[in-house]
């Protein structure tokens, strides 16, 4: 459903601006009619995920208050409000105080109303914005100030809306790709789990008291199953302890390269995870540049999105030789770490003179690879799981199965 700005005069005879879904704006003014509110100008958001700003937005916003988070769907729908308000030719001051009352999220909402009243004492958006580091990031300051900068904060917010509402649109495909071999590995290992801990002791006994000569694989199963049983509180927390230690290394100064040089170089995965680093990269740089944020600023930011050691510090040491005069393209193909189709096209805007355009062309053709991938990726890995489960719930049956049937074959014997 389509999202409209308006402006009216409310019941009390007071001017009023807010934002609201409608099938039309005849629609619209027919809804406010019904509050007591003559519309004197309406503005539809043109945005490609306009509809998320409102009643689907609102469960997200819902369930996130339960954890005390705001999320960046939250986020992009509060960018694409103030865009939308402000394309109507409603005040920053007025905009802001609308926003504040369309939100549900307790900690956005405090956030807005203290950024409200900071532009209200003269206090620039993006200054009041930057108070908030955990709500709005540097990239988003750096193109609010980009906006007021350049008298186009409202076409500069309405950008930052779809570069941020086409993250999260990724972010959800990737998420929505995973949940089913995830739901499938924790089925395999409940079932594993219950096999182990309930199933195999009640079985072991009977063999016990038969006093008989066991397979081999039936005596692994029962060894692992008591190993499991049995000393749980041992080789739980040695797992668990683990896992941490794992966690902490690839984290550390000495870990983290060497375990996201691994991610680049891992069958299947590794390609994904370059596409989606130089996807979110190209189109956080092209966001910034079209927003006016000068080329060695907007590198320094788009930088951090990659989420890849190896693939910042190649663009940290092309900033030193962008600085120099050197090509975007010439410098990142220098590197070998980004595909050449990236580079090639890089190319072809910067002579172009269409740099902003062409990385947007890049981010929406790997977005779309990343999209194949990922379809590829659980096509393969559903089939291959199966399997796996169906090997590892077949040992378990065939190993007890064995001894049962010896044990029938004794008796009639």
């Given at each position: 459903?389509?999202?409209?700005?308006?402006?009216?005069?409310?019941?009390?005879?007071k001017?009023?601006?807010?934002?609201?879904?409608?099938?039309?704006?005849?629609?619209?003014?027919?809804?406010?009619?019904?509050?007591?509110?003559?519309v004197?100008?309406?503005?539809?958001?043109?945005?490609?995920?306009?509809?998320?700003?409102?009643?689907?937005?609102?469960?997200?916003?819902?369930?996130?208050?339960?954890?005390?988070?705001?999320?960046?769907?939250?986020?992009?729908?509060?960018?694409?409000?103030?865009?939308?308000?402000?394309?109507?030719?409603?005040?920053?001051?007025?905009?802001?105080?609308?926003?504040?009352?369309?939100?549900?999220?307790?900690?956005?909402?405090?956030?807005?109303?203290?950024?409200?009243?900071?532009v209200?004492?003269?206090?620039?958006?993006?200054?009041?914005?930057?108070?908030?580091?955990?709500?709005?990031?540097?990239?988003?300051?750096?193109?609010?100030?980009?906006?007021?900068?350049?008298?186009?904060l409202?076409?500069v917010?309405?950008?930052?809306?779809?570069?941020l509402?086409?993250?999260?649109?990724?972010?959800?495909?990737?998420?929505?790709?995973?949940?089913?071999?995830?739901?499938?590995?924790?089925?395999?290992?409940?079932?594993?789990?219950?096999?182990?801990?309930?199933?195999?002791?009640?079985?072991?006994?009977?063999?016990?008291?038969?006093?008989?000569?066991?397979?081999?694989?039936?005596?692994?199963?029962?060894?692992?199953?008591?190993?499991?049983?049995?000393?749980?509180?041992?080789?739980?927390?040695?797992?668990?302890?683990?896992?941490?230690?794992?966690?902490?290394?690839?984290?550390?100064?000495?870990?983290?390269?060497?375990?996201h040089?691994?991610?680049?170089?891992?069958?299947?995965?590794?390609?994904?995870?370059?596409?989606?680093?130089?996807?979110?990269?190209?189109?956080?740089?092209?966001?910034?540049?079209?927003?006016?944020?000068?080329?060695?600023?907007?590198?320094?930011?788009?930088?951090?999105?990659?989420?890849?050691?190896?693939?910042?510090?190649?663009?940290?040491?092309?900033?030193?030789?962008?600085?120099?005069?050197?090509?975007?393209?010439?410098?990142?193909?220098?590197?070998?770490?980004?595909?050449?189709?990236?580079?090639?096209?890089?190319?072809v805007?910067?002579?172009?003179?269409?740099?902003?355009?062409?990385?947007?062309?890049?981010?929406?053709?790997?977005?779309?690879?990343?999209?194949?991938?990922?379809?590829?990726?659980?096509?393969?890995?559903?089939?291959?799981?199966?399997?796996?489960?169906?090997?590892?719930?077949?040992?378990?049956?065939?190993?007890?199965?064995?001894?049962?049937?010896?044990?029938?074959?004794?008796?009639?014997?």
């Open positions: 459903m389509p999202l409209f700005a308006y402006k009216g005069i409310g019941a009390d005879g001017s009023v601006a807010g934002v609201r879904e409608a099938d039309s704006p005849k629609a619209l003014r027919a809804l406010l009619r019904k509050d007591g509110v003559v004197t100008d309406v503005v539809e958001s043109k945005g490609k995920k306009a509809a998320s700003a409102g009643a689907g937005l609102r469960r997200e916003v819902n369930f996130a208050d339960v954890f005390g988070r705001v999320s960046r769907a939250e986020i992009a729908a509060v960018t694409r409000q103030i865009a939308t308000l402000l394309k109507a030719g409603i005040p920053l001051a007025e905009t802001l105080g609308a926003v504040f009352e369309q939100v549900d999220n307790v900690k956005l909402k405090a956030a807005i109303g203290e950024v409200k009243t900071a209200n004492e003269g206090s620039a958006l993006a200054d009041a914005l930057a108070k908030h580091p955990r709500l709005f990031d540097d990239l988003y300051c750096s193109m609010t100030r980009a906006g007021e900068m350049s008298g186009n409202d076409t917010l309405t950008r930052l809306a779809d570069f509402e086409a993250g999260q649109e990724l972010r959800s495909k990737i998420q929505g790709a995973m949940i089913y071999p995830i739901i499938m590995m924790l089925m395999g290992a409940g079932i594993m789990t219950i096999l182990m801990v309930a199933v195999i002791p009640n079985i072991t006994e009977i063999f016990a008291q038969r006093d008989q000569a066991l397979p081999w694989n039936t005596e692994l199963l029962i060894f692992t199953s008591h190993v499991i049983g049995a000393y749980w509180w041992l080789w739980a927390p040695a797992l668990i302890a683990a896992v941490w230690l794992f966690v902490r290394w690839t984290r550390s100064d000495e870990g983290k390269p060497v375990w040089r691994f991610l680049l170089k891992v069958p299947l995965f590794g390609p994904l995870v370059r596409q989606v680093a130089v996807a979110r990269f190209a189109r956080t740089l092209g966001t910034m540049l079209s927003a006016g944020v000068p080329m060695l600023r907007a590198l320094d930011i788009s930088k951090d999105t990659l989420g890849n050691v190896v693939l910042m510090d190649v663009i940290a040491g092309a900033r030193e030789a962008i600085s120099q005069g050197e090509s975007v393209a010439v410098t990142l193909r220098k590197s070998g770490e980004f595909p050449p189709m990236m580079t090639h096209m890089i190319a805007g910067e002579r172009a003179g269409q740099l902003e355009n062409m990385l947007y062309r890049v981010a929406d053709t790997f977005d779309r690879e990343v999209e194949q991938k990922l379809s590829k990726l659980t096509s393969t890995l559903e089939p291959m799981m199966l399997v796996v489960m169906g090997l590892a719930v077949g040992f378990v049956v065939f190993s007890i199965l064995m001894p049962i049937m010896d044990m029938s074959q004794f008796s009639m014997g």
